[in-house]
């Protein structure tokens, strides 16, 4: 029979070894490190940004009033260099709009000047017409087409309108002869009375098809949109389209539509 004594040493020496079993049991065996791995205190590069995608279809054509705006591109035209800039964005959309009508929206505190500058340029790259859309009275059409003056239809006897410094208006036919004046109205053109004139003119010439339009300097372009829009709800004689002229002309002047 073993002492008291054995029994005790025994148990000690068990115990020890179990714990020190247990204490190696807890240790995680050694990581293996990459060489080729970056330092853990390395700091984090920030993600790479990324463009957004260009827009694919047409840009916006507007004009408003500091000028004719191309997508997001302004061209500033009271500056030297701004038909140039307006030439170049223009051409560098010609794959949206050749070929077709292209719209624009033209405020109506716009200068005439602009309206002309960008229907010609737009001309240059081949469309067919230019769609103007601009606020105006609800009898009055809210789009009026606008074609390029050597797109038009040119007969002599065309009648030309125009708005007058004085806010009247005259009407003659583009080969020149006495312009029929009308005296403004309480809040801008007589319209009304501009329109009879432009029937007169209009029934008398078979071969108008389109009308001739054009403001002094200092008109803003929505009268001279209204005078258009009123000769298009004339019943008769229909005409199929405007043409803005690209220069201001001298009632009862020929008016040369190519200049």
């Known amino acids: 029979m073993q002492s008291p004594e054995f029994l005790h040493r025994t148990r000690f020496l068990g115990a020890v ?14 990581k293996r490190t990459n060489p080729f791995d970056p330092p853990a205190d390395k700091p984090k590069e920030p993600p790479r940004l990324t463009e957004s995608p260009k827009p694919t279809g047409p840009p916006h054509l507007t004009i408003d009033t500091l000028g004719p705006k191309v997508g997001f591109n302004r061209a500033l035209l009271d500056k030297p260099e701004g038909r140039a800039q307006l030439s170049q964005e223009v051409a560098a959309v010609r794959q949206h709009f050749e070929g077709k009508e292209a719209p624009v929206i033209v405020d109506r505190k716009a200068k005439i000047s602009w309206v002309v500058a960008l229907i010609d340029e737009l001309g240059k790259i081949g469309v067919t017409a230019v769609k103007v859309k601009t606020e105006t009275r609800k009898e009055f059409p809210a789009e009026i087409t606008f074609l390029p003056p050597a797109k038009a239809s040119s007969a002599p006897c065309s009648p030309v309108a125009m708005v007058l410094e004085d806010r009247g208006t005259a009407v003659w036919k583009l080969s020149g002869g006495t312009a029929m004046k009308r005296a403004r109205g309480f809040a801008g053109p007589d319209l009304s009375m501009t329109q009879e004139t432009i029937e007169r003119i209009g029934k008398g010439c078979s071969g108008a098809s389109a009308i001739f339009v054009s403001g002094a300097e200092a008109i803003e372009w929505g009268l001279v949109y209204d005078l258009a829009g009123s000769a298009k709800t004339l019943a008769a004689p229909k005409f199929d389209s405007v043409v803005l002229l690209p220069e201001t002309p001298v009632p009862g002047h020929k008016v040369d539509v190519s200049s």
Not at 22 to 30: N, V
């Open 17 to 30: 070894s179990l714990a020190l079993t247990l204490s190696a049991g807890c240790d995680d065996p050694p």
